[in-house]
T-cell receptor, first 113, second 114 residues
């Protein structure tokens, strides 16, 4: 059982370039999330999707867009990368409305030069 | 708005010693509380959770946590730490809403001395 799978695991971008982080879960969860993790700042919610067809902003959405492609997949796009977006990005999922327990992917480390 | 405070950024304990990691939360209703562990280069893994009922909850790897409503705390404990427990620990408060969004503390890094 793969759980939550993120790709790519590592990426280096130049300022202004664009890229998409992919996330897929095989647990039939309704809700999916994108967090970023920076040293000393815990995890901050970027965007989330409570259910297929819906997306909402989290705490730090500026500079990002998301797409809930289907129930399994939730992608995060950086249209014009900035050095401030250098971070480790985590995708997570959970069962909507029943528990807040999150299941995490292994993370994607992004460096913007 | 919900929030979580982990007062200790870094804790060092000797192997075999007991451990307590502190967590204080702010939430308007009865919270859902979680502790997650993150090993280097890995995602977060759930250690334990509190939703309701018994205020002392048991988790994986020998960890336990106690919910104290009067103190707005949910401290994580382990009687005897193993070297493999060295990791970063995150406390989180969640909600049983449609989105079930969780808010995380800034984390506590645990170092285990041999």
């Amino acid at each position: 059982n793969a759980g939550v799978t993120q790709t790519p695991k590592f990426q280096v971008l130049k300022t202004g370039q664009s890229m998409t982080l992919q996330c897929a879960q095989d647990m039939n969860h309704n809700s999916m999330y994108w967090y970023r993790q920076d040293p000393g700042m815990g995890l901050r919610l970027i965007y989330y999707s409570a259910s297929e067809g819906t997306t909402d902003k989290g705490e730090v959405p500026n500079g990002y867009n998301v797409s809930r492609l289907n129930k399994r997949e939730f992608s995060l796009r950086l249209e014009s990368a900035a050095p401030s977006q250098t971070s480790v990005y985590f995708c997570a999922s959970n069962v909507q409305g029943l528990t807040g327990e999150l299941f995490f992917g292994e993370g994607s480390r992004l460096t913007v030069l | 708005a919900q929030s979580v405070t982990q007062p200790d950024i870094h804790i060092t304990v000797s192997e075999g010693a007991s451990l307590e990691l502190r967590c204080n939360y702010s939430y308007g209703a009865t919270p859902y509380l979680f502790w997650y562990v993150q090993s280097p280069g890995q995602g977060l893994q759930l250690l334990l959770k509190y939703f309701s009922g018994d205020t002392l909850v048991q988790g994986i790897k020998g960890f336990e946590a106690e919910f104290k409503r009067s103190q707005s705390s949910f401290n994580l404990r382990k009687p005897s730490v193993h070297w493999s427990d060295a990791a970063e620990y995150f406390c989180a408060v969640g909600a049983n809403t449609n989105a079930g969004k969780s808010t995380f503390g800034d984390g506590t890094t645990l170092t285990v001395k041999p």
